[in-house]
Nanobody, 123 residues
């Protein structure tokens, strides 16, 4: 059974930093592209970042470029999202995603999803 378990969410002040982790099990992690999406209350799910199976070719939504970084450790079956200079508009539930192919930025046909971790950025 595949599981993606996010952690690291919580309350952080604007301008602060946070690291999210997603631990994967039940799949051959190194063969999957990984991504992060987020959903704020009353909004649609939004693509945040993605990384290929090898760790190359990171992709980011424009609103987080220069502030967020995605990384993976295939030895630990874990993908990370490093967030800095956080803004109140970054407040959302952050979801981890895994796909055997490329992570679709519209979130369609993603193989596996985590249950999410809430990040709240206070002003």
């Amino acid at each position: 059974q595949v599981q993606l378990v996010e952690s690291g969410g919580g309350l952080v002040q604007a301008g602060g930093s946070r690291r999210l982790s997603c631990a994967a099990s039940g799949l051959t992690f190194s063969r999957y592209s990984m991504g992060w999406f987020r959903q704020a209350p009353g909004t649609e799910r939004e693509f945040v970042a993605a990384i290929s199976w090898s760790g190359g070719a990171p992709l980011y939504v424009d609103s987080v470029k220069g502030r967020f970084a995605i990384a993976r450790d295939n030895a630990k079956n874990t993908v990370y999202l490093y967030m800095r200079s956080l803004k109140p508009e970054d407040t959302a539930v952050y979801y981890c995603a895994a796909d055997r192919s490329t992570i679709a930025t519209n979130g369609d046909d993603i193989d596996y999803w985590g249950k999410g971790t809430l990040v709240t950025v206070s002003s």
